[in-house]
């Protein structure tokens, strides 16, 4: 089992390109999560997915489209980057449960653009 | 809205206790905590669901007190592998979990 993976783990971007992150995990888990990392602002949730073909916004999603097409993948897109959105993501996961179930963190994508 | 977490940094002495407090503007479900090594993902410590139960796993316990809503997590006898930044994560609705802005916590000699 690899649980939650990201690709890439390392990406440089210049202002302006395009590029897409990808989340796979093989949990079979109904919700996933993309979040962003910054120094001293924690982790901020970017957009999040409660299952197939379901995106909804978190707290910082602009600049950013999400795709569900498939339950063990969750796309992170930026479609003109800006070095605003330089920083460290995460995708997490979680089951559903009323016992409100951990989440599950890939390891990361570090993205710097220029 | 991201819960607000205090203190931002604490520094401890090998065998010392600490408190990390995690507050929020919404009503909440869930508190969930994880600690984050340099370098990593965050890692599952607990979770308390509202009830104002309280949890412990090893040294490391927490409280929760949905009526104020805030948690806090508590250290005792802290060690060298505590060091870490800790965040609180809460759920409003079952689905979206939010997360604090952090507390970097160091544990020296």
């Known amino acids: 089992n690899a649980g939650v993976t990201q690709t890439p783990k390392f990406r440089v971007l210049k202002t302006g390109q395009s590029m897409t992150l990808l989340c796979a995990q093989d949990m079979n888990h109904e919700y996933m999560y993309w979040y962003r990392q910054d120094p001293g602002m924690g982790l901020r949730l970017i957009h999040y997915?409660?299952?197939?073909?379901?995106?909804a916004k978190g707290e910082v999603p602009d600049g950013y489209n999400v795709s569900r097409l498939k339950k063990q993948n969750f796309l992170l897109g930026l479609e003109s980057a800006a070095p605003s959105q330089t920083s460290v993501y995460f995708c997490?996961?979680?089951?559903?449960?009323?016992?409100?179930?951990?989440?599950?963190f890939g390891q990361g994508t570090r993205l710097t653009v220029v | 809205q991201q819960p607000v977490q205090s203190p931002q940094a604490v520094i401890l002495r090998e065998g010392e206790d600490a408190v990390i407090n995690c507050s929020s503007s919404?009503?909440?479900?869930?508190v969930h905590w994880y600690r984050q090594k340099h370098g990593e993902a965050p890692v599952f410590l607990m979770i308390l669901l509202k009830g104002g139960e309280q949890k412990g796993h090893e040294k490391i316990s927490a409280s929760f007190n949905e009526k104020k809503q805030q948690s806090s997590l508590y250290l005792t006898a802290s060690q060298l592998s505590y060091s870490g930044t800790y965040f609180c994560?809460?759920?409003?609705?079952?689905?979206?979990?939010?997360f604090g802005t952090g507390t970097r916590l160091q544990v020296t000699l």
């Open positions: 919404k009503a909440l479900y869930s």
């Open positions: 997490a996961t979680r089951r559903t449960g009323t016992r409100h179930p951990e989440a599950f």
């Open positions: 994560g809460i759920t409003g609705t079952a689905s979206k979990l939010t």
């Open positions: 997915s409660v299952g197939e073909g379901t995106t």
